[in-house]
């Protein structure tokens, strides 16, 4: 007769959760390390005494999601059944369960929260050009000069700004259509959010599902709510994995994720110097250099009047000037190093040198 909990002496190698197995088996390193794997790859190092492993699976029954093995000898208590732990007895595994739960809901789910933001920063982009490219339309028809037309672009977003402000939840997918519904824009600022399948609003309203769930079980303890928030923690998970098998999503992420790393100044001279090294040729023409310099500030100033509230995101100026590829290039190149191990990278050597051109 097996009994709740024992310990096990692990080899070099040995496995105790295998990807795809179905078992109510759950796992607290005692000494040692462990290492997770999924599809063959190496996920990431079990090395805290008290770490638990393999809690979702044996709380839901869900096949296991990943293989754990130990990475050295190693000692673990292995609990088969964790209904029939006397809580009393073992009241800190209890606790380091729901810990560790609620740390894995969290990463989740700021996760999800993140391609949220991303949406939503989107979405206002959308509406931003939908409105900017009509009224600009009409006003072209009028003559209007390029300055004319850069406050245009500001006064656009800056009402956009003030009708989100009267809303509880900026985020709401439903705020930005009332708005589009306000200006009479509403069917081709649909047009453009269907060009974009991960802007689907039921992946949002799920989400915001999932944290009413969470939010009704957080507070509660005791050992009769942990397969409830496992469960809720693996409906969770099943929803990023959702946002990350969208095309074009985690592109959009990365590239937001690096614009809110690198200051705008270097994201600046970094756009300027790919867009002069572009025209190298050219710009010996004075004329031809003035151009070139009128039109990298009209984007510039744009491109940021298009912000408003949000972050400024100058790879969308990068797309006006066709050089998307090559900044996306840049700014991974600036990111990996001020990443890396070494403080002794002249990042400045990546960046060709402008100062003939005037500043924007």
């Known amino acids: 007769m097996n ?108 996760k999800t929260q993140m391609y949220k933001t991303i949406t939503s920063t989107l979405r206002r982009s959308l509406l931003q050009q939908t409105l900017r490219e009509e009224t600009e339309a009409k006003r072209k028809l009028d003559n209007s000069s ?22 509880p939840d900026l985020d709401d997918p439903k705020v930005i259509e009332k708005i589009a519904q306000e200006y009479d824009a509403l069917d081709k600022y649909r047009e453009k959010v269907a060009e974009k399948p991960w802007l689907d609003d039921s992946l949002i309203i799920r989400l915001s599902n999932v944290e009413s769930k969470w939010k009704l079980l957080e507070g509660q303890e005791g ?48 756009l300027k110097s790919v867009y002069f090294s572009k025209h190298l040729e050219e710009i010996d023409e004075e004329r031809r250099r003035i151009s070139l310099e009128r039109k990298f500030k009209l984007t510039i100033d744009g491109v940021k009047a298009d912000s408003g509230n949000d ?6 100026a990068a797309r006006e000037l066709g050089i998307e590829d090559e900044y996306e290039e840049q700014i991974k190149n600036l990111v990996a190093m001020s990443e890396s191990g070494t403080h002794f990278v002249d990042i400045s050597s990546s960046v060709v040198e402008h100062d003939k051109f005037t500043e924007s």
């Open 223 to 270: 050992i009769k709510y942990l397969s409830p928030k496992a469960e809720v923690v693996i409906e969770a998970h099943q929803l990023l994995m959702e946002y990350e098998r969208m095309p074009g999503i985690r592109k959009e992420m990365d590239l937001l994720r690096m614009e809110g790393i690198v200051p705008f100044k270097a994201k600046l001279e970094t």
């Open 3 to 110: 009994v709740p909990a024992e310990t096990l002496l692990l080899k070099p190698g040995q496995i105790i959760i295998r990807e795809g197995d179905i078992s109510r088996e759950l796992f607290v390193l005692l000494s040692g390390e462990l290492t997770v794997t999924c599809g063959g790859k190496m996920l990431g190092r079990v090395t805290s005494v008290g770490e638990v492993v393999g809690e979702l699976g044996a709380l839901t029954g869900h096949a296991r999601t990943a293989s754990v093995s130990a990475k050295a000898p190693s000692e673990v208590l292995l609990v088969r059944q964790l209904n029939n732990l006397n809580i009393e007895r073992m009241p800190s595994i209890i606790e380091k369960i729901n810990s560790a739960i609620t740390r894995r809901f969290y990463i989740v789910f700021n």
């Open 311 to 316: 972050l400024v995101m100058l790879y969308q």
């Open 146 to 167: 390029d300055s004319d037309l850069s406050i245009i672009r500001h006064q656009i977003r800056q009402r956009i700004d003030e009708r989100i402000a009267l809303y």
